[in-house]
């Protein structure tokens, strides 16, 4: 089975490829200070506790990560305790099969070319990817496949630590959907315009991006992904699909690509 490893700041999100179909997911803390024999343990402890895994072995691994100081141990850990394992970091030289359109291509996250090589396999291009991580980014992929911008908007976690940090009298509050847009308290109130504040900015960047990016809006598919995804998904008007694993995907055919080639 192929694991795929999605390093985010904020968590990290690893999946178990069964061909094309991911057979078992979780979701951890990405920790900085977490050592590679910690993940190592993270990592078989969360295989061996899985009752759809007795007796699995990992044939490979695909990773990507934004956080440099964990890829390192990553890195350490794929070499210390799955030495044997083809292994597949994006960076640098890896096979992608994305051309980047940007002034300094090194600039983009592999995360973001790894959504956009994921988000034309499935749905074909042109299209936006809008990912709900710590950061809110929207990243447009041409009808030939190529990455060529993007946006990056304060994540929804991050805008209530802030709201929560500098409002004396505003807390974190559970992210539901109020009763209604107008609200009646003060939980509800920042329900609201969290929610409805990040449904219509997405709707609002999307919009602009789709005229940008092709010469009719409506052929441009916009596919949400990332944690927090849901939380917009029933209110945002522009979102067409929903992937919560096409990071996985992308670092699946990333895999592929790159052993293939090298067999």
Known sequence: ????????NTHTVLGLFEGEEVIEHWRINTDPRRTADEIAVVLQGLVQQSPLLADTDISGIALCSTVPSVLHEMREMCRRYYGDVPAVIVEPGVKTGVPVRMDNPKEVGADRIVNALAAVHLHGGPAIVVDFGTATTFDA???KGEYVGGAIAPGIEISIDALSARG????????VRPRSVIAKNTVEALQSGIIFGFAGQVDGIVERMSEDLAENPES???????????LVLEESRSIDAFEPWLTLVGLRLIYERNIATSA
């Open 141 to 143: 992929v041409s009808a």
């Open 168 to 175: 004396a009298q505003l807390h974190k509050i559970e992210l």
């Open 220 to 230: 441009v598919t916009v596919i949400a992904t990332g944690g927090l995804a849901p």
């Open 1 to 8: 089975m192929l694991l795929t490893i999605d390093v985010g």
